[in-house]
């Protein structure tokens, strides 16, 4: 199950990168819980497809339609769980942020049912990001 859940994980991400929301909204679950990290206005815990869309479109937003993951360097699967080594960016009125991170996300049959972030920099993030 490791390898197919490594797919699903790298079809995410590809539809990430290309604005395939469609196919995004396919791969996450109705009923996912996003774990967003650090202490800015996006921070905490969204349930459910339409919180995380909510959230993922206030980003969008407040980076001025930037905010992007420029790369995925690396994909590891353990069983039901995908980590991936990424770099993600973007810019707002002046502001920028640039940094690694890592993305963890729990499949089941073929959907992301759990993710968790994880930013190089939380501080940095946070102050981009704004309470």
Known sequence: MT???VD????????????DLARVGELLDEG???HQPGSNRYSGEQKGRDA?????GGMMQ???GSF???AVHSLMGNDDMVAATIHFSGRRDGASMSMDGVDVLRVKDGKIVEVWLFSSDQAAEDEFWGR
């Open 3 to 5: 390898g197919t859940n």
């Open 52 to 56: 995380v869309f909510a959230m993922l």
């Open 62 to 64: 407040t980076s001025q």
């Open 68 to 70: 992007a993951i420029d």
């Open 8 to 19: 699903t994980a790298r079809e995410y991400f590809q539809a990430v990168q290309q604005g």
């Open 32 to 34: 996912i819980v996003w």
